[in-house]
């Protein structure tokens, strides 16, 4: 299956240091972890003609019920520093997770896309500020890419005509 996005990078990979910053991001609402995360992973695309002429940055939201357990999304996070970075503006309320999906860890990739398929969509009031533009949607780590392809569906359905992935980790 072709992914519904036009590329994907990720800063570093998923071990070591990259891993604890990525839990203590995660698990401890590591701000200062965001912005060294996001001068990261802001090199990564510096050169990438893929991420050139971008509108507006769309973090990978979260269930309102995961908020109950963690009071912040990472990805929102990452999201902010790298459009203070990038000079972007991001746009947290227009792609929402419709409904709340068991965690990723441990699946395999067919069972990943089972379990994000239609677990995102863009807002009505979205639709009006996503339609032709180029979009940056970012997350702290990439696995299968099953949810960053149904984000970029979501976000493809509402009008965007690119959409790039951009990670602080992707998963070896």
Do not use: W
Not at 126 to 140: M, P, S, W
């Amino acid at each position: 299956m072709r992914p519904a996005f036009d590329a994907a990078r990720a800063a570093r990979a998923h071990t070591g240091l990259m891993r604890r910053a990525v839990a203590d991001l995660k698990f401890r609402g590591g701000t200062g972890t965001a912005a060294i995360l996001s001068t990261l992973m802001a090199r990564e695309i510096e050169q990438d003609e893929h991420y050139a002429g971008l509108d507006l940055v769309v973090p990978v939201p979260v269930h309102y019920s995961r908020l109950r357990d963690r009071p912040y999304n990472q990805a929102l996070l990452l999201a902010q520093a790298l459009g203070r970075r990038l000079d972007l503006p991001v746009s947290s309320r227009l792609l929402r997770k419709v409904r709340p999906t068991p965690p990723q860890v441990g699946l395999s990739r067919a069972k990943r896309l089972l379990n994000v398929k239609g677990a995102f969509a863009v807002t009505a009031k979205g639709q009006a500020k996503i339609d032709g533009k180029a979009v940056l949607l970012v997350d702290d780590v990439m696995t299968t890419g099953a949810t960053a392809h149904e984000c970029a569906k979501a976000l493809r359905m509402a009008g965007a005509h690119r959409v790039v992935v951009l990670t602080a980790a992707r998963a070896i």
